[in-house]
Each structure stands twice: as C-alpha cells, then as structure tokens.
C-alpha cells in the first residue's frame, strides 16, 4: 500500500487581490518546501464562481485545488470557513497549512489551530525545513529586533501564518495543470452565530512616509536639486516615498515633511536606499528600524556605508540614474 | 448592568532588551513592565462602555506575581475588579496555552460573563492570537478589529474594517471583540486614580491549584510550538560593498537583490536582462 | 535608609511619565524658544489632579504622600522643566500655605478651584530689595475698615503671568525688633492687582514669570491668611516645603540630561568606536549617575520625614542645596559629553544646561541654604 501523500496547503485569500498576493507567494513557497519534503502543494478555496482564482493558483504553483463553491460562501464568513476547513483538514490530514497574514489570515488561523489541537506561528518572516524534517518557522518578536525560530514537534498540522511581501511570487505558467477537486457543500452550514449585516469597500488607509515599505533618501552627495527630484521618479517605480537629510532640507532640495532623522519621521521600511549621504549622527539615528538598507556614496568609508547592507561605491547622482534606467527595463507588474 | 472581562497582558517597557550572550536568551527581567498598549485600549473600550450604560469592569491577567501592577493601573482608570492568574507551571505558555488557563479562570471567576475585549496583538509577541483561540475555547462568537460597538440589551453590533472591508457585525452575547488599535485611544490615568487602586483595591489572585488545573490538563493543554533559538535580528547584517562603473555595478545589485526587492514591492523585477526583443 | 520604590510609586512615575513624553515632548523646545505658555497642555493636566497633588480628596486633590508628589514633579521636568515649575509652585508654595494656615472657610472658598486647576496659584515674597533678605519687604497693607489696601511691587514671580490667585508678603505694622509682615490671598481679579512684562530668562521660558504690582489694590479682611504679624512664620514653613518641589525639579531635569548624554555616547563613534567606551566618558557617567542616586535618595529622605510629621526643613535645604548643584553640574557635563552639537538647538541638552542654573537661585539661593543648614546643625545640642 502505498505511503499517503504528504500535502502543503496553502489558504486562498483572494480578497483584494491585485495588491494583495500573497496567496500566490505562499504558493510560491510552498512549492520550494514541497520538494524537500516531497510533498504536493494543495490550494484551498471557498467562495462563489472562483474559477478565476483557481486558474491563477494552478499557474502559480498549486498541484491540486480543494474548492467549494456556493452562492452561501460568497461573503468572507470566518465561522463558516473555520467549519468547512476543519472538516478537510480532519479528513485529509495536511502536514502543513500556510495562510496568509492579512487582517482575515490573523483571525481565521488561530481559531483553526485551536480547534485542530495544533500549534501556529504568527507573521513568519521565512520558513524552511529542519534536517528533521519540521516546518522551521522564523517569526519576529519585540517589535522585530529578534527573530525566533519556531517548531511544532508533536502536533500536526504545522501552521504558520505569513504577511504579504515576505516571499516572491513564482512567476505566472498558464500551461501548468492541477487536480481540480471540486466538493460539495457537505452539510448545511449551521446558522453562523455572526450575521453580516454590512459590508462595503473602505478608503484605503493613508499612505505616510512612517508606514512605507520603501523608503529613497538623498543626501547632500546628489549634488544639486535637480539631481535629487530624480529620486522621485525611483519611489514612483518602487511605490515608495522620498526621504531627505536636514542639510537637503535647509537647501531646500525637499520639503520639511520629508526630514528622516532623530528630529524628522520616523520610518521602519523593508528596503531603504540612501543616495549620497554620508551619515551624520542626527539622520543614522532614525534608521535603526530599517530591514534592508543600499548606501551608494563615492566615498566608502562614510559611516552610512558602514551601516549598509549593501554599500556601492559610486557617483550618487549617476547611480540613481542607471538604476532607475534599469528598473524600468526589467520591471513587470 | 453589563458585565465586562478585560484580558490584559503586562510586556516589557522597552523595545530593545539586553542580549544575554552567554544564555542565548533576552535579559526580560530588566525590563520594568507596562500594560500591553493594545489592552490599553481594549480596556479604554471597555471603560467607554461603561460610562454610557453602565457595565461591572473586571481586569484579567496571567503573568509572574509582578503582573499585579497591571492590574492596579486598570483600576486607577477606572475597572472594578481585578484578577491575577499566577503559577509556575504556566511560564513559557505558548498562545495555545495561554487561551486555555484565561479560559478556565473565566468560566471558574467569571461565568456569567457578557463581553470579552482583548487588545489586538501585545509588542512583545505580536501574534494576535490569543483573542481568537480564548473565543474557541469558550466556544463563544467573536470578532477582530473592532472600530465601534452598539448595545442594545444582549445583542452587539460590532463595526470594523478588516483587508480595507467595513463590515458591521451583530452577534449575541457572551461574545468576544479584539479592539483596533486606531480608535479607542486610551485615556492618561489620573493620580488620584492610583492613590484609590492603592488603597482600596479588589484584587485576587489564583494559581492552577485554586482554579482546579491538574498537571494532567496542564500537560495535556500544554505549548504546541517549541522556540529552538533566539538570535538578534542585527546580527545577520553583512555588508557588501559593490564597485565598478554605473551599468555593471547596477546589474550585478539587481541580480543579486532583486529577490528581496521584488518581494517588497509586489512587483517583479526580472533577474537576468531581459533578451533584445 | 533602603529605597525600593514601592509599585505605587513605579505606577505614578510611569504614568506621568507616559503624559509628559506624549503632550510635553513635542512641544518642550519650542515653547521654550518662543516663551509661550502651554496653556492647552495645561488643560489636559487638570483632569489628571496634577494641580492638586497632595490636597484632601475632599477638596477634589489626590491626597498623594510627599514622595509621590516628587515623582510627579521630577517626571514633568525631565522633559520640560518650565511646566514642572509651573506645577510645582502652584502645589507647593501656593496651595501648601493654605493647607497648613487656612481658615475651614478659605479652604472651602479656593481648595477645590485651585486642585481642579481651574485657579492657578503663585506666590510673592521676593522684591527689588528683598532677596535673600526677604525681612526687607516694602509692600504694605494697611487695614482700611474691614480691608487691607495693598502698594507695592512684586518682582520674579514664578506663574505671574498667568495666575488666578497669589500669595502675598506684606508689611502690617512696626514690632519692638522687626516689622511685622502678613500673608494676605490675592485674587488677580481685584482692582489695582496689575501684572507686568515677562521676564525674558535664561532658562525656564515657558514659564510666565512676571512682576506684580500693587496699586491701592484693597483686599477683604477674610482673606488674611494665619494671624497679623505671622507672614514670617508662613513664609518660612512654605519655603521648607517649597525647596522640595524644586529639588525634585532639579532631579528630574539632571535626570533627563544624564539619560541624553547616556544615549548619545552610545550612538556617537569617534576613532572608531562608540565614545561610551572611552574611559573620561565613562568616568562622567559614573559620576553623574552616583550623584543622582544619591540626590534622590537624600530628597526622598526630606519627604518621609515630612510626611511622618517630622522637623524637616533642615533635611529639604540640603535636598534643595543637594538636588540643585547635581542638576547644575550634570547638565554641564551633558552638554560636554555631546560636544558640539550638545551647544546647538538641535539637541535638548543646551535647554537642561540652561533651566538647571536657576534651581541654585530662587526659592532660596544655595547659599541661603548653607546658611539655613549651618544654622540647623550649629544649633543641634548633641550631633
């Protein structure tokens, strides 16, 4: 008899989805950690006419999609899913189930581990395999200046959740093929003890430099106003703001609003590029918070160099240019 | 008159903590503790409540015995009551865990319950998680994100905004809402607060023997998720210096990282030059 | 004595800490810079019973001990020590007197508007030629029927530009050695209470200090305070309570430089590594942090001893004395640690250098409190 298949499933959140994909790069993910451990990459998804949805999965990496569709699940219903989901994952046994982090994921996975008797990490930043072949899970704590690293030994599934922009989405083959399991709504869903009574788009929340994910600053190296305005043009291909040092401030290159330092805002993005700025202690001391940050300066021992992950040695202004020419040939939406 | 449970967490006060080397483990006891900033909220939530229908405020905790001062802090705002769920064998819970003794203590001290608030995630975990699972182990409807909240006699109208969705809510009570953290701003505590949760305070404290758990429930409703390492997230920085002219140094820069680029922004960008179309 | 701050003492210290670092941080170099007032910060404490620390809980006051009223002011003034003086001053020179010397009627007509903060007080002893030598006070009040009519000027006074009600030193009569002084409770709104121009200070600009003049202002008989001829008595008794508050102000603004400097020496690299690794740093730090221990200890000391009903008002001068020379030389210190940025407006240092130099001056100069102690310690049968 053979071995039952071990399976990764990966939660289909298609809400919002043309900003939000993460969905597709758990997929992703999924993928990577299925060959180590051999197992197939199962999407799940519940919802009304979601044949679109399960196109996009199987391009993106699903070997099989579980779906129930019915025109009762066409409103997200965390109670209604959280029923449907434990019933398969009751039945089917997954070794893994990933869901992404969004305001629905934080909700909905920790009642599913509670009702499977299982364990969850919460906004994992990575996700490997342990020789002993456990879901490594790497999740942040004290406002992300330690990282711990997570197993679930004894329980199964392992669950992780994880927030959109941790990992990359592979990118879309529509010629990939998957099982399509297309399930009927088992049992007459119990009367939720939630009734949806409204539910309308809302204005996005506003965009600060204070809650952007990429951040361009300038410094006095760049030269001359017209030089750092260039830097507009790469937040715009990033979907980032603009920061500025106080020197560029006062030379009125930038606006006050725009001052990153121990006096200005403060900012904790993913990736920060910082051009032509030398690193006067007032700016350095609102980094700290920064995941990733590029320095490009012509003098390599500028103590923003220093505290780079990546420090390219160059013109600033002549950089900038050059990368914002080459992001715009190889970007792809 | 309502009668309303707030879990409260006591974290560390400061965001950075000493780094033992030797012990590989964060020095926690140096930390002064604070109330959880999220519960702040879920408390002020609750206090809100209570100043326009009336409701009995009852402040729930689990932590080490120093815990209690959480306790008097939400007294000095104005709760009525507090609760300390204190034992050594609850150290190191894990949200699972977590959700189980809080759940006990509350059907054993606080049955009749009508509301439950919790904050929305605490700044040293941030998992968000033990909201939810209290609600499943009370077996009770609850909703995340709360931005405002109607009651009219047992039913509760819940608005939030979840994945930019407003959605509004209505369920009975016993219910559970974890609070957003943009609305319900907590208020300051005022001195003559602290003086009164000093001097005439209501509040008690329980270990696993005095709520009924057994070492057998404790081992059965133990952690699920195992920490195996802790590390400092700074210690992983190297620092590559990349040299050469303008186009090859920005070629190799977005060979290597475009990877993490990529994934930040939500967007792709390709890893080796596209061909001449 | 052993000091474990006790978990009420941790919560208040905390929660006000909470407030100043939110409202007041913001805020504190600029009123600074332009000598305003924060009259709308000042709102948002009224509530909170910071202006009614240490009134009975019948009065509407939080009825906090000595300590704790410390804490509150040493929390303000770490992070803007103008306010903490405004604070201060109102709960400690100006509400005090009224507590110890008040008839049950004048506690009952100004206790409960002056702890709700809706009366904001000040109190006057000092004039052009009456400092140190606060027994060469030229204001009068001549009994007129059942008045007291009031001439004279009042100089330095710390609130002045605001307050609703002063306490007011004046001459009332010639005794066989001295003249006789009395205390006399001044609302701002009789006629002839005429406030001057603020001072343009140093330090401790956002305080409204401002002369007060006296022209024919006529004040009832009931608002006498104490006896005819006590103003000696009360002045002496306020000011032993008054030197608490401000060596907790100077604790928490030398508190705040010495957490600046620790911060910045942390962050700051010269030669290649942080300055805090270097010895004459080091050697500063540990001198700051020892003195501040020890101030805090000494000032904590003059509380429980007023607090038990004890003589205290040898043991609050040398807190005073104590408190401010510490905050006076660790800002100093503060400032050199930071270098040249630590002289520049960018950085808050600059600003505890310059409101720490007062708490040597008012409210009885160092040397006054020498003299204050000397005369304690002289007059002691057995040592």
């Known amino acids: 008899m053979t071995k039952k298949q071990k399976s990764i499933w990966v939660f289909g959140d298609y809400r919002n989805y043309f900003q939000n994909r993460v969905t597709l790069q758990l997929l992703s993910k999924a993928f990577d950690l299925a060959h180590v451990i051999s197992a197939e990459v199962c999407a799940v998804v519940f919802g009304h006419e979601v044949d679109e949805w399960i196109m996009e999965y199987t391009a993106h990496g699903a070997d099989r999609i579980l779906v129930i569709d019915h025109p009762s699940l066409k409103s997200y219903s965390t109670e209604n899913y959280l029923a449907l989901i434990e019933k398969l994952a009751r039945e089917r046994d997954p070794e893994i189930i990933l869901i992404g982090a969004t305001d629905f994921g934080r909700e909905f996975a920790p009642r599913l581990a509670k009702r499977l008797n299982t364990g969850l990490s919460a906004d994992c930043v990575g996700l490997d395999i342990t020789d002993d072949g456990l879901l490594l899970q790497i999740a942040p704590s004290f406002g992300g200046n330690m990282l711990a690293e997570i197993v679930t030994e004894k329980y199964r599934p392992q669950m992780a959740t994880v927030r959109p922009g941790t990992f990359k989405e592979i990118p879309h083959n529509y010629e990939r093929k998957a099982i399509v399991e297309r399930l009927p709504l088992m049992e007459k869903l119990s009367k939720s003890r939630i009734r949806l009574i409204e539910y309308e788009r809302a204005v996005v929340r506003e965009h600060t430099i204070e809650n952007a994910t990429v951040i361009v600053c300038g410094g006095r190296g760049l030269g001359n106003k017209k030089n750092f305005k260039k830097l507009d043009e790469l937040a715009n291909l990033l979907g980032g703001d603009v920061g500025a040092t106080r020197p560029v401030v006062y030379a009125n290159w930038a606006d006050h609003k725009a001052l990153v330092g121990q006096a200005g805002k403060h900012i904790k993005p993913k990736i920060l590029f910082s051009f032509g700025i030398s690193g006067a202690i007032q700016h350095t001391a609102g980094l700290g918070e920064a995941d990733f940050i590029i320095a490009v300066n012509k003098n390599p021992q500028a103590t923003m160099m220093k505290m780079a992950d990546v420090a390219i040695v160059a013109d600033a202004s002549d950089l900038l240019g050059s990368l914002i020419k080459e992001i715009k040939k190889r970007i792809r939406d | 008159m309502l009668n309303i449970i707030v879990c409260i967490k006591q974290v560390p006060r400061v965001t950075e903590l000493p780094w033992d080397e030797k012990s590989g483990t964060l020095r926690r006891d140096l930390a002064a503790g604070m109330i959880n900033p999220a519960c702040k909220h879920a408390l002020e939530a609750g206090l809100q409540i209570q100043e326009k229908i009336g409701a009995m405020v009852t402040v729930l905790t689990m932590g080490p015995p120093a815990a209690e001062e959480v306790l008097r802090e939400a007294l000095a705002m104005g709760a009525n009551r507090g609760i300390l769920i204190s034992d050594k064998r609850f150290a190191g819970s894990d949200t699972y865990a977590t959700s189980f003794f809080l759940a006990t203590a509350i059907k054993k001290e606080i049955p009749c319950y009508d509301l439950i608030l919790c904050g929305a995630y605490t700044s040293d975990s941030e998992t968000a998680q033990v909201g939810p699972q209290l609600a499943e182990e009370l077996q009770i409807p609850a909703a995340a994100y709360a931005e405002n909240m109607d009651i009219k006699g047992s039913t509760l109208r819940v608005r939030r905004l979840v994945d930019n969705f407003r959605e509004t809510l209505e369920m009975e009570f016993p219910a559970l809402v974890t609070v957003s953290m943009e609305k319900y701003l907590p208020r300051y505590t005022t001195l003559a607060g602290l003086e009164n949760a000093f001097v005439d305070s209501n509040i008690s404290t329980y270990d696993a023997d005095a709520l009924g758990i057994s070492d057998n429930a404790i081992g059965r409703q133990c952690s699920r998720t195992r920490v195996r390492k802790v590390y400092l997230r700074k210690a992983q920085k190297e620092n590559v210096i990349l040299t050469g002219t303008a186009a090859a140094v920005v070629s190799d820069f977005l060979n290597k990282y475009e990877n993490k680029i990529s994934a930040a922004i939500g967007k792709t960008i390709e890893e080796k030059e596209p061909g001449n179309d | ?383």
Request: charged share 20%.
């Open chain 3, 1 to 383: 004595m052993q000091y474990n701050p006790c978990m009420k003492h941790k919560l208040i210290r905390n929660s006000v800490r909470h407030f100043a670092e939110t409202e007041l941080e913001p805020v504190a170099a600029q009123i600074d810079r332009n000598a305003t007032f924060p009259r709308n910060i000042i709102e948002k404490m009224r509530p909170l019973n910071y202006f009614g620390l240490q009134v009975p809980k019948k009065y509407g006051g939080a009825d906090l001990d000595s300590i704790s009223a410390a804490i509150v002011v040493e929390e303000i003034s770490r992070v803007c020590a103008a306010v903490g003086l405004c604070v201060t001053v109102h709960n400690g020179v100006a509400i005090y007197p009224l507590l110890k010397f008040a008839t049950q009627e004048q506690k009952e007509t100004y206790l409960p508007k002056l702890a709700s903060g809706e009366v904001l007080g000040a109190f006057s002893l000092t004039e052009a030629n009456a400092g140190s030598d606060s027994g060469s006070v030229e204001t009068t009040a001549v009994k007129n029927g059942n008045k007291y009519i009031l001439n004279g000027t009042k100089i330095f006074v710390t609130n002045g530009g605001v307050c609703d009600l002063a306490l007011i030193f004046a001459l009332t009569g010639s005794g066989q050695k001295h003249p006789l002084s009395s205390v006399f409770i001044v609302e701002s709104n009789y006629p002839g209470f005429l406030r001057g121009e603020l001072e343009d200070l140093c330090g401790m600009r956002a305080n409204p200090v401002s002369s007060l003049f006296f022209e024919d202002c006529p004040v009832p008989e009931g608002n006498l305070l104490g006896k005819s001829g006590e103003g000696m008595k009360i002045g002496l008794a306020t000011l032993d309570n008054g030197r608490i508050g401000i060596a907790a102000q100077a604790l928490g603004i030398a508190q705040g430089a010495l957490e600046a400097a620790v911060k910045y020496a942390k962050e700051r690299q010269q030669f290649k590594k942080p300055i805090a690794s270097l010895q004459t740093i080091q050697n500063y730090i540990a001198d700051m942090a020892t003195e501040q221990t020890a101030a805090r200890l000494l000032l904590y000391h003059a509380c429980s001893l007023k607090d038990q009903g004890a003589p205290f008002g040898c043991e609050a001068s040398m807190a005073k004395l104590y408190c401010s020379s510490v905050a006076a030389k660790t800002t100093s210190l503060a400032v050199q640690i930071h270098g040249g940025y630590g002289y520049s407006k960018e950085y808050n240092v600059e600003r505890y250098f310059r409101d720490a130099k007062v708490t040597e001056i008012y409210e009885g100069t160092s040397e006054i409190q020498r003299m204050v102690i000397a005369r304690s310690v002289l007059s002691q049968l057995i040592l």
